[in-house]
């Protein structure tokens, strides 16, 4: 079976670089120990996904200026409060609640939110998340098609399969579902990180509880987050203080 075309899902990424860096001793975006800001190294991460977002606070504007072409700074005015102004501030613009641009102007149907400071985690432990997710999704979407079961029987009922010939057909054999409802997490050695896959049926749920320091943290600890082992590729602990 080959997907619709038009059912390919839209994944944002988010990257969260507006932080004072207190304990670091400035803003972490513009730290550079050796391969270019930090801002850089984490977007190039994303690079997979569009459209991409960083949330800009402390040194905004020097931090922005670094951002290439087609990237969408998203200015949040109260980073001082913590990480969840920043997410919520991405959230807005990706539920079209604030203009950014017309990059955002499309419906989203999951963000991958990473962080600036997090120098090991490279562009394959955010592919892995984001192709399990895509599995399961399409896997999901198979088991519409193929597998409705006849009431009489129990067996898959062909005959009620969905067809892959007509628009109709689309609701059935379309990820887009699976994906909006999806919450996903890197794990390293089975401890949670970033990056965090939301689904954009979560948004508003996670928008309610982004406060402080927090994040999504109090949203995933009350739902199903599916957990992508990614210890093999990187150690996914951030870093607060410059090294030695």
Not at 86 to 107: F, I, K, N, P
Not at 179 to 200: D, E, M
Request: hydrophobic share 45%.
């Amino acid at each position: 079976m080959t997907l619709f075309p038009s059912t390919r899902p839209r994944i944002a990424g988010v990257l969260l670089a507006a932080g004072l860096g207190r304990r670091f001793g400035g803003p972490k975006a513009l730290a550079d120990t050796g391969s270019g800001p930090w801002v850089l190294r984490a977007l190039a991460t994303l690079d997979a996904l569009d459209p991409r977002l960083v949330v800009v606070g402390a040194a905004a504007g020097d931090v922005a200026a670094l951002l290439p072409r087609g990237v969408v700074a998203v200015e949040n005015p109260d980073f001082a409060g913590g990480m969840g102004s920043s997410l919520a501030a991405a959230l807005r613009v990706l539920q079209g609640e604030c203009g950014a641009g017309s990059a955002v102007d499309s419906t989203v149907d999951a963000a991958v939110i990473m962080l600036v400071d997090l120098p090991d985690v490279s562009q394959a432990v955010v592919n892995r998340v984001v192709r399990t997710v895509l599995d399961g999704a399409r896997s999901a979407a198979r088991n519409r098609i193929d597998g409705a079961a006849s009431p009489a029987t129990g067996r898959p009922d062909r005959s009620s399969a969905v067809s892959h010939t007509r628009p109709a057909g689309e609701a059935a054999n379309s990820v887009i579902p699976d994906i909006r409802s999806a919450l996903a997490r890197a794990t390293f050695s089975g401890r949670p990180g970033h990056p965090v896959l939301i689904g954009a049926d979560h948004f508003a749920g996670v928008l309610a509880v982004s406060t402080g320091d927090h994040g999504a943290r109090d949203y995933l600890a009350t739902h199903p987050v599916l957990a992508v082992e990614c210890g093999d590729l990187a150690g996914g602990a951030d870093v607060d203080r410059k090294p030695e």
